[in-house]
């Protein structure tokens, strides 16, 4: 399978699709980790609940922190 990204924003996009999404078992709401090894993207979802609360707590500071900036930047 051959994807290209998409203008989303001012940010690029992977759009998956459902049948991979499905397969994998990933929703809207399932955190993903995206690894590099230098040359690949490797997008996995996170099962470690431990993981899944150090995701929410950065994303929440950094929200709180760079929010605003964020919004306009996407706008």
Do not use: C, W
């Not at 490797?42 to 707590?57: F, G, M, W």
Request: hydrophobic content about 40%; cysteine-free.
């Amino acid at each position: 399978m051959v994807k290209f990204l998409t203008k989303v924003g001012n940010s690029e996009a992977l759009v998956i699709d459902q049948g991979v999404l499905s397969l994998l078992k990933i929703t809207k709401d399932t955190p993903l980790e995206i690894t590099t090894d230098g040359k690949n993207l490797v997008i996995s979802p996170v099962t470690d609940l431990k993981k899944i609360q150090e995701v929410k707590r950065a994303y929440q500071s950094v929200k709180k922190r760079f929010g605003r900036t964020l919004k306009n930047l996407a706008d």
